[in-house]
């Protein structure tokens, strides 16, 4: 798996303080992105947590996620969560250690009082002595909040420097832009009232039963009014719950839930996909997104490889990221009109702009948001080998487009065929065989894609003649 390192440094390490006016918690900013550009450590909220208890908990759910491995889980896990100030929210988002559990805190409007809400996205420090504190957090006296510095230590150049070094994996990177075009997908699917979801969530196994140690469990479970009842196939209206395991981290927070809501793919399902699991909680929701399969995370999805696979997309995004302002609802009709793009090119610029951070996307309200992490698109793509394989056999001239059906000759000069039908490329390999487009396009669906997009392929018996480079 190639890594690389990123240097996270804080001005002072995150502490939760008693004062005379009840308790304060002081969350330090690294490095981030604001509407004015780079800033080092930003600040984003000054103000009082309407429901200290079950944020705090909530908080410590999303440090859980950042610290696990739910697959392998004898290599440790660590990254900071990463903070968004959205203008009338905060977003705290996290990814497991092994790419397959995705959890988002939104700390909405109704649990922030008596502070403005800034603009921007940076990492934000959660270390082991503040979880213990707020793990004894025991009584719901005034919580204030502060992310980002002190107003003196704005201008206070000395003091103490908190540098961490953590490890990013390209398959965490990948993620980030595979969870938010899963979650465009979902509806929501069932929703159960405080004390089912209390009861539901207890009910289930807190580590993996594989011998590997890994979450390779599944689990299916039927909306029936305000139950879930748990089944052993995916049977005509079912649901997945794809290792189980992996929402331990929602025990936290179950004292404080008001209700659970279940997202998903619509549809007869015939094998595991991911789902979305959101506790409701005052002023607030807790979301843990869950891969399919844990052993592969959702960084082997495939599902950004059509967007990356346009010239136009290029484009598109450059155009679209001016017009992004950290919303907390990116509206995709108001894009097309502002940009004058068709709603269907905005969606694809949005999921390319996904594949370096730039926006995420909210289940609840249907809707993508604005923010940025240090990824570059680039790395993304060139990390995707499917997509890399598929741009070789166009510049090899191995791609032979001849209406609804095309050939592609591979390497190793097997022939392999591509059929359109309503818009779906099928495949005679054995990734398609296997996968069924589950996984998103083979190499050679999605060259021939390519080449349809770029205008031309070539006859049997001729060279490629065009597509995409």
């Given amino acids: 798996m190639t890594r690389s390192l990123q240097a996270v440094t804080y001005r002072r390490p995150s502490v939760l303080e008693s004062s005379a006016d009840g308790r304060r918690l002081g969350l330090e900013t690294s490095r981030g992105a604001t509407p004015g550009g780079a800033e080092d450590h930003p600040r984003f909220f000054s103000g009082f947590l309407t429901s200290p208890q079950a944020a705090s908990a909530a908080l410590l759910a999303v440090a859980d996620v950042a610290a696990a491995r739910y697959y392998q889980p004898q290599r440790p896990a660590s990254l900071d969560p990463v903070v968004t ?80 070094k953590v490890p990013l994996p390209d398959r965490w990177l990948r993620g980030f832009a595979e969870a938010q075009v899963v979650a465009a997908g979902f509806e929501q699917r069932a929703e ?38 748990p089944t052993t196939r995916p049977v005509p209206g079912a649901v997945c719950l794809p290792g189980p395991e992996r929402l331990v981290a929602l025990q936290r927070v179950l004292r404080f839930a008001t209700a659970l809501r279940v997202y998903g793919p619509t549809g007869a399902a015939h094998a595991a996909t991911a789902t979305a699991w959101e506790v409701v909680l005052p002023g607030m929701r807790l979301t843990l997104t869950l891969s399919p399969d844990a052993s592969r995370g959702f960084s082997g999805e495939g599902g950004v490889l059509e967007a990356l696979a346009t010239d136009e997309a290029v484009g598109d995004a450059e155009l679209i990221s001016v017009l992004l302002a950290w919303e907390p609802r990116v509206d995709v009709a ?97 990734w398609w065989a296997r996968y069924r487009g589950g996984r998103g396009p083979c190499k050679h669906a999605l060259a021939v894609r390519m080449a349809r997009r770029g205008g031309a392929g070539r006859t049997p018996g001729t060279g490629y003649d065009g597509g995409v480079r």
């Avoid at 979880?131 to 107003?151: F, K, N």
């Avoid at 993996?208 to 299916?220: D, F, I, L």
């Avoid at 995707?384 to 394989?389: D, F, G, H, K, T």
């Fill in 85 to 164: 100030g959205n203008g009338d929210r905060l977003r705290f988002e996290s990814f497991s250690g092994c790419g397959g559990v995705y959890a988002r805190l939104d700390v909405l409007a109704p649990g922030l009082d008596g502070g403005a809400v800034g603009h921007g996205t940076t990492n934000v420090d959660v270390n082991n002595p503040l979880r213990e504190a707020l793990s004894r957090l025991g009584s719901d006296d005034p919580l204030h909040l502060r992310v980002g510095p002190e107003e003196l230590a704005v201008t206070t150049l000395g003091g103490p420097v908190v540098e961490k």
């Fill in 334 to 430: 108001e894009l097309a009109a502002d940009s004058g793009l068709p709603a269907e090119r905005v969606r694809a610029a949005l999921v390319r702009l996904g594949t370096s951070g730039r926006v995420g996307y909210d289940a609840a309200e249907a809707a993508y948001f604005h923010r940025e992490l240090p990824y570059d698109a680039e790395r993304v793509e060139r990390h995707n080998p499917r997509l890399r394989s598929a741009r070789s056999l166009l510049e090899a001239g191995a791609v032979a487009v001849d209406g609804v059906l095309a050939t592609v000759t591979a390497e190793d000069g097997h022939v392999h065929r591509v059929r359109e039908a309503a818009g779906v490329l099928s495949c005679s390999c054995l």
């Fill in 192 to 229: 159960l009232p405080a004390a089912e979801a209390v009861r539901f969530l207890r009910s289930l196994p807190r580590t993996a039963s594989s011998a590997r140690g890994g979450a390779s469990t599944t689990r299916w479970v039927v909306p029936m009014g305000r139950i879930l009842r």
